[in-house]
C-alpha cells in the first residue's frame, strides 16, 4: 500500500492549510451566512474591461503570448506606474506578467531564496509569505508588528532583525489583513536601513490605489537608491476587480526579472490571453473605474470602523486596503473560538487573526469589500453576539 504521505517533501507537509479558505469553506456549506471574509470585491470587473477581453476572443486573440506578457501590456504596465507612482521600468526586460499576484511572489522568492537564506517577514501578514519562503528552503525572520505603531514596520525592528543571512524583506503595504500603510517618511526610514545592503525588498503593492485621505500611495522603489533593491509586485485583482482573470506583474531589475522570466516560462509558460487584453484596457483607459470604487471602499470603512466601535470593539484606522482588524480580546475569546462561535451562532464569517501570524491573535479581519447592506446587516448580528457573550 502506497505511502503519499512520506512521499510529499517535508517542506511541504510542514506548511499549514490557509485559515482564510476554512471559515469561507465553512460558510459556503450553510444557509443565510454573511460572509466577510474573503478579500474579493463585490464590483463586477468594468464593461469596457470585459468587452476588450470578448473582442480579442472574436478576433481569434487566443494564441500564447511571449513568456513575458503582450509587449503591449508591459508597455501600458510601465505607463501605469511612471504616471501614478512615478515609478519608471523597461518593457522589454524589467517587466513579466503572471498568474496573478500570487505566482510573482513566489517567483521572485524562488529566484532570490536558497536553503537557509533568511527572509524579513512583518506580521500580521497576508498568508502567503511564510509558507513561500519555507517551501523555497529559506527561513521567514518574523517581525510582530504593534497597533500602536499603526501596523507599520518600524526601521528599529528592521534594523535589530537583519544578520548576515537576511537576503529579503517583504514590504506588504498596503497591508492585508489590518489596513495599515506606509507612508514616504516611513519608507524613507525603511530605505536608510537597506542602502548599503545586499538586501532586496518584495514590495507587494496590490493595494496601491487602495489608500484613503489626502496622500496617496508611494512605492519604496520611488525612494532614492532602492528601485535597485525592490521587486515591485502588483496585479488586477483588487484596483480594477479582475479576481477571476487572474493576472498580475512584477517590476524590477533585469536581472531578477530575467531569472523569474526563466522559472515562469518552465511552470506556467505565460499568463492568459484573453485577461492580458482586458488588462491592457483596465490600465489604458480605468483611472475613473478606479477612484469610483475607491471612493465607494472609503465610504463602507467609514461605515464599518464605526459600526464596530459603537459595539466596544478596539478598531484601528485602516488606512489602505480593505479590511478592518478590530481587538477581540476584551470578549476573553481567542480569535479562531471567537470566529467559529459567531460563524455557528449568527451566520457571520470572519476571518481569525492567528491566520495571519501569532502576533495576528486577540484580533479579526472584517473585510468591507461588500455592499452596505451585508455590512449593516453583519453589524446587528454583531451586536446580538457580542451581547450575548458573557
Known amino acids: 500500500m502506497m505511502d503519499y504521505e512520506n512521499l510529499m517533501t517535508e517542506r511541504l507537509r510542514r506548511v499549514k492549510p490557509s485559515g482564510i479558505r476554512r471559515f469561507f469553506d465553512i460558510a459556503a456549506e450553510m444557509d443565510d451566512v454573511i460572509s466577510l471574509s474573503v478579500g474579493e470585491p463585490d464590483f463586477m470587473t468594468p464593461w469596457h474591461v470585459r468587452q476588450a477581453g470578448i473582442h480579442s476572443l472574436e478576433k481569434g486573440k487566443t494564441h500564447y503570448t511571449s513568456n513575458s506578457g503582450l509587449m503591449e501590456l508591459r508597455r501600458e504596465i510601465t505607463n501605469y506606474l511612471s504616471r501614478r507612482f512615478q515609478v519608471s521600468y ?15 511572489i513566489d517567483l521572485c522568492m524562488r529566484s532570490l531564496v536558497d536553503y537557509g537564506d533568511e527572509v524579513i517577514i512583518p506580521e500580521p501578514s497576508f498568508v ?3 509558507p513561500i519562503t519555507e517551501m523555497a528552503g529559506g527561513i521567514p525572520v518574523i517581525i510582530e508588528t504593534k497597533a500602536e505603531d499603526h501596523f507599520r514596520l518600524t526601521a528599529e525592528q528592521l534594523r535589530k532583525a537583519i544578520t548576515p543571512r537576511t537576503k529579503l524583506l517583504v514590504l506588504p503595504y498596503p497591508n492585508n489583513p489590518t489596513g495599515a500603510v506606509m507612508r514616504r517618511e516611513h519608507l524613507e526610514a525603511i530605505a536608510e536601513v537597506i542602502r548599503g545592503t545586499n538586501i532586496m525588498v518584495l ?23 532602492m528601485w535597485e533593491h525592490t521587486v515591485l509586485v502588483s496585479g488586477f485583482s483588487k484596483s480594477y476587480a479582475m479576481t477571476g482573470w487572474r493576472l498580475g506583474y512584477a517590476c524590477g531589475p533585469k536581472e531578477i526579472i530575467g531569472a523569474m522570466t526563466k522559472l515562469h516560462q518552465f511552470a506556467i509558460m505565460s499568463a492568459p490571453t484573453t485577461a492580458q487584453y482586458a488588462a491592457v484596457e483596465a490600465m489604458r483607459a480605468g483611472d475613473s473605474d478606479i477612484e469610483g470604487m475607491r471612493d465607494e471602499y472609503d465610504m463602507r470603512r467609514r461605515l464599518m470602523v464605526d459600526g464596530l466601535r459603537s459595539l466596544g470593539l478596539d478598531c484601528f484606522e485602516p488606512e489602505g486596503a480593505f479590511y478592518c482588524f478590530p481587538c477581540i480580546r476584551s470578549t476573553g475569546m481567542d480569535s479562531e473560538a471567537f470566529c467559529e462561535k459567531l460563524l455557528f451562532d449568527q451566520k457571520v464569517a470572519l ?20 455592499s452596505t447592506k451585508h455590512i449593516i446587516e453583519a453589524l446587528k448580528r454583531l451586536k446580538k453576539f457580542l451581547k450575548a457573550t458573557p
Not at 353 to 360: V, Y
Open 90 to 104: 523597461h518593457p522589454e526586460n524589467e517587466v513579466l506578467v503572471t498568474v496573478g499576484g500570487s505566482e510573482a
Open 128 to 130: 502567503c509569505y511564510r
Open 203 to 225: 514590495a507587494d503593492e496590490i493595494y496601491g490605489e487602495l489608500t484613503y485621505g489626502q496622500a496617496h500611495h508611494e512605492s519604496i522603489a520611488s525612494v532614492e537608491g
Open 351 to 370: 476571518v481569525p487573526g492567528s491566520a495571519f501570524g501569532e502576533s495576528g491573535e486577540g484580533f479579526v479581519r472584517v473585510s468591507y469589500c461588500y
